[in-house]
């Protein structure tokens, strides 16, 4: 018995130390790859030392002592702090994630590819100017430095997958940029939607449930629009793996911005406030940052991959951007000489030749897959990607972006800008996505500038629904830009705010350029009434502001719940919460969840039998409702 006790005994301690060891190798398995934040490191490609300090957040600021290595570092940094993140970012705007990943990503890959995002970065490589060129390749050589340098060190995700991350070029900073545009522009989906919803209801009702942002406008509908079959099936969300990737997911979101003069904050001098919302991810969309060398002395949020700062200040101004949900893209129905061998397309009455791009798409453990993109004078025919679309007529897409070429330009331009005419100079290289940017300077002054190239569409194409491709009637008259898009400088208000929302008033000129489709006006209603009545703003109350969870849409609906007749107790107790709640959406607030759950159920309840259910996914996912 003594014997079976200690070889039971040997064999428990045996266990133990392996366990400890399994988990002290796992532990240094996982920590190797972690960034150095302290100590010296001696790298080839610097002129001059450069030093990081991270703040007791982990932050860094990165201290130059030229511009080169300035960019160099910031490369460096992201790179040590979220390589994996950047190389898969990358891949999605290049359509190359199949290689690593296998056939598992051939669907986003695919959408990608078609959509011609890495062909677009390299158009805008081709016309960069030669400063923002020489800051793309510091900055690029400083992320290949520190993948040169960390072979055998690089974080699990690389490991698991068995590869080591290519070098980096400015067109992987270029192409996120794409990516980011693409985040943002939703039309070619909601196109189809509503063209739907034509089909099924009517345009009376049709236009209830997707009015143009305008009140009381009447919509434009091309003729002919609903015999085409299409229109009939193209109501399904995009793939989630797709949506999850570009932040599409089906829930309500939205950034918001304003801007306070010093007559409305308590100490005098303006306050900007900006919460952008991309989505939640982990890690963040954002990387957070100080630069400090040469001309530059700013700090805030970048991407991982992009140089500069994004969203931030310098010593003398500040900003903030927003979305502006504008609509620069457009679906065009095509007609071709051959709809399974294509090689032509007919407009205006003669036939055009049709560019035929071919893809090759790699995929880890199989052969390579090849991928034929036709392309029209208005863009990629796209329907294999747009959903439900790819039985149907041929279906082109025009989209600013793949025409834009100066975004990264106007990024360094705002970086180093010192007032509000050098400000706006810089927003004029912004051309996609289009932005609400807000602005305030140690002056005292604020302003508010729209940023990007909106499209001037012919009188009677509002860009509601997918439009005939073979005429000219529905084509672009150009673009609105710079000195023409709307800026507000020093408002009578003595604020200006943003929520996603048609911000231009309808005696601006180019007031319906600027689309038809933006989120609902009770988030900026609110923070406007919040923001009139303040006359001693800190940047404690614009932070409550930001988190403020009170219901507009439930205030107004609330009187319908309540006027229910209880038919038990269970529904008299939960009407009874309902009643004393305070329309705030917080953890711990009952009413809030039984309106919600009511206010669901009264949506699929009113439209299930006359949308069916792809239709009304769709038409909720995207933010009608």
Do not use: C
Not at 114 to 125: D, I, K, P
Not at 282 to 290: A, E, F, L, R
Not at 561 to 572: C, F, M, V
């Amino acid at each position: 018995m003594r014997l079976l006790r200690r070889i039971f005994t040997g064999l428990l301690v045996l266990l133990v130390v392996a366990v400890i060891i399994v988990l002290a190798g796992g532990t240094w398995f996982v920590r190797r790859p972690w960034p150095q934040v302290d100590g010296t490191v001696t790298m080839a490609g610097l002129q001059q030392p450069v030093e990081i300090i991270r703040d007791r957040w982990g932050i860094p600021h990165i201290y130059a002592q030229n511009e080169a290595d300035l960019f160099f570092a910031q490369g460096y940094v992201h790179a040590q702090d979220r390589l994996w993140q950047m190389d898969f970012q990358r891949r999605l705007g290049h359509g190359t994630l199949s290689a690593v990943i296998g056939p598992a990503t051939l669907p986003i890959d695919r959408y990608m590819r078609t959509m011609g995002l890495r062909v677009a970065a390299e158009r805008e490589l081709a016309m960069l100017d030669a400063e923002t060129r020489t800051v793309l390749d510091n900055y690029a050589a400083g992320v290949t430095a520190y993948i040169t340098s960390h072979q055998n060190r690089l974080s699990v995700e690389f490991q698991a997958l068995g590869f080591t991350p290519d070098p980096w070029t400015p067109l992987d900073t270029l192409v996120w940029g794409k990516v980011m545009a693409a985040n943002l522009s939703w039309n070619h989906v909601l196109e189809p939607i509503r063209a739907d919803l034509l089909t099924k209801l009517g345009q009376p009702a049709a236009q209830q449930l997707m009015p143009p942002y305008a009140n009381g406008l009447p919509i434009a509908v091309p003729d002919g629009i609903g015999e085409y079959t299409w229109s009939q099936q193209a109501s399904t969300p995009l793939p989630d793996n797709i949506a999850a990737l570009l932040n599409r997911h089906h829930i309500s979101q939205g950034s918001n911005s304003w801007v306070l003069d010093g007559s409305r904050t308590a100490s005098g001098k303006p306050l900007l406030a900006n919460d952008t919302h991309l989505g939640l991810g982990m890690p963040s969309s954002w990387y957070q940052n100080g630069l400090h060398g040469g001309r530059f002395d700013t700090v805030g949020f970048t991407f991982p991959g992009v140089p500069a700062v994004i969203i931030g200040h310098n010593q003398r101004i500040a900003w903030g951007v927003t979305d502006l949900p504008s609509d620069v893209q457009d679906l065009y129905i095509e007609k071709l000489n051959d709809r399974e061998h294509p090689t032509q397309y007919e407009y205006m009455g003669a036939w055009q030749d049709l560019e035929l791009r071919q893809e090759v798409i790699e995929v880890q453990g199989t052969k390579p897959i090849t991928l034929e993109v036709g392309i029209t004078r208005h863009g990629p025919i796209v329907n294999e990607i747009v959903p439900g679309m790819d039985e149907n007529e041929p279906i082109a897409l025009r989209w600013a972006n793949l025409d834009g070429a100066n975004l990264m330009r106007g990024v360094l331009q705002i970086n180093l800008a010192t007032n509000w005419d050098q400000f706006r100079a810089a927003l004029q290289f912004w051309d996609s996505p289009t932005q609400h940017f807000v602005y305030a300077d140690i002056d005292g002054n604020i302003g508010y500038q729209t940023a990007g190239d909106l499209p001037l569409r012919k009188p009677g194409h509002q860009g509601l629904f997918p439009v005939p491709g073979w005429t000219d009637a529905y084509e672009w008259d150009g673009m609105i830009e710079g000195e023409q898009l709307y800026s507000v400088f020093n408002p009578p208000d003595k604020f200006f705010a943003t929520a996603n929302d048609a911000v231009v008033p309808n005696s601006y000129q180019y007031h319906q350029a600027y689309g038809y489709e933006w989120t609902d006006p009770y988030r900026i209603k609110r923070i406007k009434e919040q923001l009139a009545a303040t006359s001693d703003a800190t940047v404690e109350s614009t932070r409550a502001l930001q988190a403020d969870s009170f219901s507009q849409p439930a205030e107004l609906l609330r009187p319908y719940l309540l006027s229910i007749t209880p038919q038990n107790d269970l529904e008299r107790q939960a009407l009874e919460q309902v009643k004393n709640w305070d329309l705030r959406f917080e953890t711990d607030r009952v009413g809030a969840t039984i309106f919600q759950v009511w206010s669901w159920f009264l949506v699929e309840n009113t439209l299930r039998d006359e949308l069916g259910e792809k239709t009304l996914i769709s038409y909720r996912g995207y933010g009608w409702l």
